[in-house]
């Protein structure tokens, strides 16, 4: 039980650490996949190899939603007008 609860609390943390980049969005959503994969592993009695495969599917999993939920770069001039982004 203590570790799901340090766990929930490491993926909390993770979870203000967002931005709207792709690249930070999918290292949060790899790290929270990580964190949520080795927690179902771990709370379903499974081995040490399964709660490894849990976090790197998870990491997998993570990482591609979050880069692909990332909202389109917005570039604006000092004045809020739309400019072409380079």
Avoid: F, K, W
């Avoid at 979050?66 to 007008?81: D, K």
């Amino acid at each position: 039980m203590r570790r799901i609860l340090l766990a929930a609390a490491l993926a909390a943390g993770l979870a203000g650490c967002n931005s709207n980049s792709q690249q930070d969005r999918a290292l949060v959503g790899g790290a929270l996949g990580a964190a949520g994969g080795a927690t179902v592993a771990a709370a379903t009695g499974a081995s040490t190899g399964g709660a490894l495969l849990g976090a790197g599917l998870g990491a997998a999993t993570g990482a591609a939603v979050g880069a692909a939920t990332a909202p389109p770069e917005r570039c604006v001039n000092p004045y809020g007008e739309p400019v072409p982004c380079y």
